[in-house]
């Protein structure tokens, strides 16, 4: 029964979890529409709500292109697998009802971080087009660049909590959130969930002024839907993880969603205020100044935690 249970539990995390998606894309098109003063979608329905229902029905029904040079196994299944990967991550969630009691999932949470390299790299080479290919090496030398930073800081807060399970986050923030005591970390991290997920300022997986698409040039119809969706999926878990991480973590809060909520419109707002990034500053930031930040900063929550087991 039980089983039964946590995996009707889980249909539906999923299906909320794509209808976010969905209204993210909207809401995507609508901020960037008045940042750039005009005004967005507006025709389809009711000031055009039904805009991503009408995408997904366009992109789902269109006629699949396969190139005949391309891979065409590991091209056909990267995007199901990037997607894949990008909603099981969110069964790391730590909801107090205990729909699967994850006691490492800091662990899972870098595992399916780290996998979802390889469907963007496969994704490249698979196509076999230059442009894919060089978008898809750019995507995962950032992405491995990054990681390797927030891996650091993860490592601090589990010498802080003394645990992996992100449920602890709830019980150490009852009285006063991360976020006022570790503004710095909290600056690297929302960079690092940038650089994560592709996004403006460290959107080189996709420069579109010298690579067309990136990785997914080749991709079209549902291949593109897929890795479209499984990128704003990944959005609204880094969202979720810097909520939960730094600003409290009680899930049964409606103040929670409108903290998350934010959180996805500053993803939107910094793609619509920063312009690119030079790639050599983009390394040069991930391992010259958040390499070292992290790196001290693990080596003092170790020296605060072994003050305080002293003192106690």
Request: charged share 10%; with cysteine.
């Given at each position: 029964?039980e089983?039964?249970l946590?995996?009707?539990?889980?249909?539906?995390?999923?299906?909320?979890?794509l209808?976010?998606?969905?209204?993210?894309t909207?809401?995507?098109?609508?901020?960037?529409?008045?940042?750039?003063?005009?005004?967005?979608?507006?025709?389809?329905?009711?000031?055009?709500?039904?805009?991503?229902?009408c995408?997904?029905?366009?992109?789902?029904?269109?006629?699949?292109?396969?190139?005949?040079?391309?891979?065409?196994?590991?091209?056909?299944?990267?995007?199901?697998?990037?997607?894949?990967?990008?909603?099981?991550?969110?069964?790391?969630?730590?909801?107090?009802?205990?729909?699967?009691?994850?006691?490492?999932?800091?662990?899972?949470?870098?595992?399916?971080?780290?996998?979802?390299?390889?469907?963007?790299?496969?994704a490249?080479?698979?196509?076999?087009?230059?442009?894919?290919?060089?978008?898809?090496?750019?995507?995962?030398?950032?992405?491995?660049?990054?990681?390797?930073?927030?891996?650091?800081?993860?490592?601090?807060?589990?010498?802080?909590i003394?645990d992996?399970?992100?449920?602890?986050?709830?019980f150490?923030?009852?009285?006063?959130?991360?976020?006022?005591?570790?503004?710095?970390?909290?600056?690297?991290?929302?960079?690092?969930?940038?650089?994560?997920?592709?996004?403006?300022?460290?959107?080189?997986?996709?420069g579109?002024?010298?690579?067309?698409?990136?990785?997914?040039?080749?991709?079209?119809?549902?291949?593109?839907?897929?890795?479209?969706?499984?990128?704003?999926?990944?959005?609204?878990?880094?969202?979720?993880?810097?909520?939960?991480?730094?600003?409290?973590?009680?899930?049964?809060?409606?103040?929670?969603?409108?903290?998350?909520?934010?959180?996805?419109?500053?993803?939107?707002?910094?793609?619509?205020?920063?312009?690119?990034?030079r790639?050599?500053?983009?390394?040069?930031?991930?391992?010259?100044?958040?390499?070292?930040?992290?790196?001290?900063?693990?080596?003092?929550?170790?020296?605060?935690?072994?003050?305080?087991?002293?003192?106690?």
């Amino acid at each position: 029964m039980e089983f039964y249970l946590s995996i009707i539990m889980s249909l539906m995390l999923v299906i909320c979890i794509l209808i976010s998606v969905a209204f993210l894309t909207l809401l995507e098109r609508k901020i960037l529409g008045y940042i750039q003063i005009r005004k967005g979608p507006n025709k389809v329905g009711l000031l055009g709500i039904p805009q991503p229902f009408c995408d997904a029905i366009k992109l789902f029904t269109k006629e699949q292109t396969y190139p005949i040079l391309s891979n065409y196994i590991s091209y056909y299944f990267s995007p199901i697998f990037s997607l894949f990967l990008s909603l099981i991550i969110w069964l790391c969630m730590p909801m107090l009802i205990k729909l699967f009691s994850f006691n490492l999932s800091l662990l899972f949470f870098l595992s399916c971080i780290s996998f979802s390299v390889y469907s963007v790299m496969v994704a490249g080479w698979s196509s076999n087009s230059n442009y894919a290919l060089l978008g898809g090496l750019r995507a995962v030398a950032q992405t491995i660049s990054y990681e390797v930073s927030m891996a650091l800081i993860l490592l601090s807060f589990v010498f802080l909590i003394g645990d992996y399970n992100i449920l602890n986050f709830y019980f150490f923030q009852k009285f006063i959130w991360f976020f006022i005591i570790l503004l710095p970390i909290v600056l690297v991290w929302v960079s690092i969930c940038l650089a994560e997920t592709n996004r403006t300022p460290f959107d080189f997986a996709e420069g579109e002024s010298e690579l067309v698409s990136g990785f997914n040039v080749e991709y079209s119809s549902g291949g593109f839907a897929l890795i479209f969706m499984a990128e704003y999926s990944s959005i609204l878990f880094m969202s979720m993880m810097i909520c939960v991480i730094f600003m409290g973590c009680d899930l049964m809060n409606f103040l929670f969603y409108v903290k998350l909520s934010y959180i996805s419109f500053l993803f939107i707002w910094v793609r619509g205020t920063l312009p690119r990034f030079r790639y050599d500053k983009l390394m040069y930031l991930a391992w010259k100044i958040f390499l070292p930040l992290s790196l001290n900063y693990l080596l003092f929550f170790i020296g605060f935690k072994l003050i305080m087991i002293n003192l106690l």
